[in-house]
T-cell receptor, first 113, second 115 residues
Framework: GNSVTQMEGPVTLSEEAFLTINCTYT??????LFWYVQYPGEGLQLLLK?????DKGSNKGFEATYRKETTSFHLEKGSVQVSDSAVYFC????????????FGGGTRVLVKP | DVKVTQSSRYLVKRTGEKVFLECVQD?????MFWYRQDPGLGLRLIYF???????EKGDIPEGYSVSREKKERFSLILESASTNQTSMYLC??????????????FGSGTRLTVV
C-alpha cells in the first residue's frame, strides 16, 4: 500500500535559519504530492503541491520538488520566521487508491526569535 | 472564502454516550472525509464519501459510523463513545474527479474528550 515517511520532530530553529523537512513516499501508482501546514489550534491548510516528476511546488517562501527517482518531496525554506511555527504534513494522493490522501506523521517546527 | 465548518471546536462526552460530529462544506464538493489526529500517529482516515448516501470505510472505521443525507453535510457518529476515541477529529472535502491533485480543504477540527 501507499505510505509517507517524514522526519520526526520537533525541529527547533532560530529565526532566519534554513529549514528542511525530509519526506519520502511509497506508492503503487503515480501520485500527486502535497505539503499541508497546521498552525496551533487550527485545521490543516494546503501549503503547496506537485503533480508530476520534477515539478516544483512553492508558496509563502516554501518549496518542494517532486523527485521520482528518489521518491522524495522535501520541504525547504530559506529563512524561517516565528510565524512559521507549526506542524507540517507531507501527503500523497494516488489515483490507484481512489485519490484518497495518505499522510505522513507530521513534523513539528518551532522557530525561536 | 470557501469553508469546511465543524460544528464544535471542543466536546466532552461520557463513556457510552452516542456522539455526533457534524461537518458542513459550502464548496459543492463531491468528496468528504473524516480523519482522526493523534500524537505520533498523524492523520488516519476513518470514513469517506464520494456522493450523497454513499460511504466507504477508511483505515480505522471500527466504533464509528457516518451519514451523508445531503451533499454539503457529512456526520461522524460514535455509537458508544469510549476513552480511546479521545482525539482531534478533522473533516475535509474535495472535488470529485480532481480531488486527487487539487488537494483537500479541511475544517478547524473538533477536539473530543471522552471521560
Amino acid at each position: 500500500g501507499n505510505s509517507v515517511t517524514q522526519m520526526e520532530g520537533p525541529v527547533t530553529l532560530s529565526e532566519e535559519a534554513f529549514l528542511t523537512i525530509n519526506c519520502t513516499y511509497t506508492a503503487t501508482g503515480y501520485p500527486s504530492l502535497f505539503w499541508y501546514v497546521q498552525y496551533p489550534g487550527e485545521g490543516l491548510q494546503l501549503l503547496l503541491k506537485a503533480t508530476k516528476a520534477d515539478d516544483k511546488g512553492s508558496n509563502k517562501g516554501f518549496e518542494a520538488t517532486y523527485r521520482k527517482e528518489t521518491t522524495s518531496f522535501h520541504l525547504e525554506k530559506g529563512s524561517v520566521q516565528v510565524s512559521d511555527s507549526a506542524v507540517y504534513f507531507c501527503a500523497l494522493s494516488d489515483k490507484a487508491a481512489g485519490n484518497k490522501l495518505t499522510f505522513g506523521g507530521g513534523t513539528r517546527v518551532l522557530v525561536k526569535p | 472564502d470557501v469553508k469546511v465548518t465543524q460544528s464544535s471546536r471542543y466536546l466532552v462526552k461520557r463513556t457510552g454516550e452516542k456522539v455526533f460530529l457534524e461537518c458542513v462544506q459550502d464548496m459543492d464538493h463531491e468528496n468528504m472525509f473524516w480523519y482522526r489526529q493523534d500524537p505520533g500517529l498523524g492523520l488516519r482516515l476513518i470514513y469517506f464519501s464520494y456522493d450523497v448516501k454513499m460511504k466507504e470505510k477508511g483505515d480505522i472505521p471500527e466504533g464509528y459510523s457516518v451519514s451523508r443525507e445531503k451533499k454539503e453535510r457529512f456526520s461522524l457518529i460514535l455509537e458508544s463513545a469510549s476513552t480511546n476515541q479521545t482525539s482531534m477529529y478533522l473533516c475535509a472535502s474535495s472535488f470529485g474527479p480532481s480531488g486527487g491533485y487539487r488537494g483537500y480543504t479541511f475544517g478547524s477540527g473538533t477536539r473530543l474528550t471522552v471521560v
